[in-house]
């Protein structure tokens, strides 16, 4: 009786903790499930749509100028989803698309010995996980982005730090989001507990801010604003922002990373932006790579 009995409280405590588990990104869940529910609403029929999403659209450009009957996944490939002129330049580009050499790159850097006799092979012995950062350590208990991962690798086996933005940083991460594109992987960020949804939170505040002297927040832009023309470009959704970075850019002429661009955002509104390494930064890029979950990864990019 008694083992009986103690059996069933320690299923009963089993099923609190997996139950807990899940409790942690019910928020976050919900947060993704509206945002799709909003972009798939606002880019059903641009044109029929005009007075709830773009009152100040022409109706010539409604019209004729965006893709219509978008689902959740088609937003993966960011503004040219329904940007329907830009998606015609953006397939042109992609047939000999400028980031192949830095995928070999990468690919080399991957293996190449470090002074110790390892590699980054040894810190990413799977390299199709580019879907799964940032992630929530529990040891270190705060989020670490694949940037911070890939430098605390090369620190950690005596060498030094990369640029964080672009060159070898950029090209490895061009191998590992190749490699899970290949692989058919999907972005897929967990929150595994309270302080990591705390985290989450903080990320999702800071994209919600209004920040500079137009007040302007990143939703301002790439959520209430997505689809949007600006400076001769449809401006893209939060939903699929993250998924295919790095991104080579012509106006770069070079691959970048994520935090590349993000900073890039950020000083055109006067503002400076959080260091890449910074809690911040990491926090942030959670929240928007929670909101790109179950999309399939699609990096190495070209864009504009
Ligand atoms: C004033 C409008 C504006 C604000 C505010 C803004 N951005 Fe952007 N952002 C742009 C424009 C314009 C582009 C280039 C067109 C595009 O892809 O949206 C861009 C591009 C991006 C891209 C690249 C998208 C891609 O598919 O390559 C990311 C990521 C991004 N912004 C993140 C942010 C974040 C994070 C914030 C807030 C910290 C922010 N942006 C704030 C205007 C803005």
Same mark, same amino acid.
């Given at each position: 009786?008694?083992? +009986?009995? @103690?059996?069933?409280?320690? $299923?009963? #405590? ?7 588990? #899940? ?6 869940? *919900? %947060? ?8 798939? !609403?606002? $880019? !059903? ?9 773009? &009152? ?8 004729? /100028?965006? #893709? ?17 002129? !830009? ?17 070999? *790159? ?18 990413? =012995? %799977?390299?199709?996980? !580019? ?44 191998? @590992? ?25 903080? /990320? ?40 295919? $970075?790095?991104?080579?850019?012509? +106006? ?20 400076? &932006? &959080? ?20 999309? =399939?990864?699609? /990096? ?5």
């Amino acid at each position: 009786m008694l083992m +009986k009995l @103690l059996k069933a409280v320690s $299923f009963l #405590s089993l099923a609190l903790i997996t139950l807990n588990a #899940s409790e942690f990104d019910k928020q976050a869940q *919900k %947060d993704k499930n509206e945002l799709v529910k909003y972009f798939e !609403a606002k $880019f !059903a029929d641009p044109y029929k749509e005009k007075n709830r999403f773009f &009152p100040y659209s022409t109706d010539d450009e409604l019209k004729n /100028g965006y #893709s219509k009957g978008l689902k959740h996944m088609d937003f993966a490939i960011g503004s040219y989803s329904y940007a329907k002129d !830009a998606k015609e330049q953006y397939e042109a580009i992609k047939e000999f698309p400028p980031y192949e050499d830095k995928i070999e *790159k990468g690919e080399t850097l991957y293996n190449q010995k470090f002074v110790n006799g390892k590699s980054l092979a040894t810190c990413f =012995p %799977d390299p199709t996980v !580019a879907g799964n950062y940032p992630y929530y350590d529990l040891n270190k208990k705060e989020v670490i982005s694949l940037t911070t991962a890939v430098n605390q690798c090369l620190t950690d086996n005596g060498e030094k730090k990369w640029n964080a933005k672009k060159g070898d940083m950029a090209a490895f991460q061009a191998f @590992l989001a190749y490699s899970s594109a290949e692989e058919g992987k999907k972005v897929d960020i967990k929150i595994p507990n309270k302080q990591a949804q705390e985290a989450y939170e903080r /990320g999702k505040e800071y994209y919600y801010t209004q920040r500079g002297y137009l007040k302007m927040s990143c939703a301002t832009c790439h959520v209430q604003g997505a689809g949007e023309r600006v400076r001769n470009e449809k401006l893209s959704p939060l939903l699929g922002q993250t998924t295919h $970075f790095p991104v080579y850019r012509l +106006k770069w002429g070079s691959l970048g990373t994520l935090e590349r661009r993000i900073a890039g955002c950020i000083k055109d509104q006067g503002q400076v &932006p &959080p260091k890449v390494d910074s809690k911040k930064m990491h926090e942030l890029l959670y929240f928007m790579a929670y909101m790109s979950n179950g999309m =399939p990864v699609d /990096g190495p990019d070209v864009r504009k």
